[in-house]
C-alpha cells in the first residue's frame, strides 16, 4: 500500500497555464506539507496544513494556492505558471508532534 | 532564517569503509534532527532521527548530535554501492507542524 501518494508523476505544460497537483496519505497522520525541490536539488518547505488549516505559508507567490478538503488530501493548484516553477513538488506528511515525515513520489513539474 | 550546512561533496568511500557525512545548523531552539536518503529521481526515505544528544543506532547506521556545537553527523558502517546516494540531514522545532528545514545534501559515492 503507497503511504503517500501523489498525482500526476509528470507534469509538461506551456507558460500560463494553470495545473493541479494531488495528495493523498493513507498513514492517519494530521499534518501535510508540499515541498519544492529546484535544479540545484535545494529542498524547500512551502506550505503546512495540520487538521486542514494551514500553518506555514512560506514566502511563495500567491499563484500557488493549497487546498485541504480533508486530513488525508492535499492539493496543490498553481496559475499563471511561469518558466521558474520547473521543479520536483513532494507532498509529505507526518503526526505533529512528532515531525517524522514521510514523503510521496514527487511530482515532476515542466513548465516551457 | 534557519540555516543547514552540509557539504555538498562528492564524498567518495570505499567500499566496506565508514561513511561519515556531516550536518551543522544555526537555530539553537532546534530540537529535533533527521537523516534522509535521496536516490538520483527519488523521494527523501527517512534513515534516522535523533532529538537528544549522543548516539543513536540502527543496523549500520548510527546518527550523532551535539547540541552545544550545533552539530549532527550520520556514520555509515561497512558501506555497500547500494548507500551511493544524496544524503539530507533535516532540523525541525521539535513538534508543530512548521515543516523541516533542509541542508543542500551531501553526495555520497561507495566505491566497489
Known amino acids: 500500500d503507497t503511504a503517500v501518494s501523489q498525482t500526476p508523476k509528470y507534469l509538461v505544460t506551456q507558460m500560463g497555464n494553470d495545473k493541479s497537483i494531488k495528495c493523498e496519505q493513507n498513514?492517519?497522520?494530521?499534518?501535510m506539507y508540499w515541498y519544492k525541490q529546484d535544479s540545484k536539488k535545494f529542498l524547500k518547505i512551502m506550505f503546512s496544513?495540520?487538521?486542514?488549516?494551514?500553518?506555514i505559508n512560506e514566502t511563495v507567490p500567491n499563484r500557488f494556492s493549497p487546498k485541504s478538503p480533508d486530513k488525508a488530501h492535499l492539493n496543490l493548484h498553481i496559475n499563471s505558471l511561469e518558466l521558474g516553477d520547473s521543479a520536483v513538488y513532494f507532498c509529505?506528511?507526518?503526526?505533529?508532534?512528532?515531525?517524522?515525515?514521510?514523503f510521496g513520489p514527487g511530482t515532476r513539474l515542466l513548465v516551457l | 532564517q534557519k540555516e543547514v550546512e552540509q557539504n555538498s561533496g562528492p564524498l567518495s568511500v570505499p567500499e566496506g569503509a565508514i561513511a561519515s557525512l556531516n550536518c551543522t545548523y544555526s537555530?539553537?531552539?532546534?530540537?529535533?534532527f533527521f537523516w534522509y536518503r535521496q536516490y538520483s529521481g527519488k523521494s527523501p526515505e527517512l534513515i534516522m532521527f535523533?532529538?537528544?544528544?549522543g548516539d543513536k543506532e540502527d543496523g549500520r547506521f548510527t546518527a550523532q548530535l551535539n547540541k552545544a556545537s550545533q552539530y549532527v553527523s550520520l556514520l555509515i558502517r561497512d558501506s555497500q554501492p547500494s548507500d551511493s546516494a544524496t544524503y539530507l540531514c533535516?532540523?525541525?522545532?521539535?513538534?508543530?507542524?512548521?515543516?523541516?528545514?533542509f541542508g543542500k545534501g551531501t553526495h555520497l559515492i561507495i566505491q566497489p
Open positions: 509529505a506528511s507526518s503526526q505533529v508532534a512528532t515531525e517524522t515525515q514521510y
Open positions: 498513514l492517519g497522520h494530521d499534518t
Open positions: 496544513y495540520n487538521n486542514k488549516e494551514l500553518i
Open positions: 537555530d539553537r531552539g532546534s530540537q529535533s
Open positions: 535523533i532529538y537528544s544528544n
Open positions: 533535516a532540523v525541525g522545532s521539535g513538534g508543530g507542524a512548521d515543516g523541516l528545514t
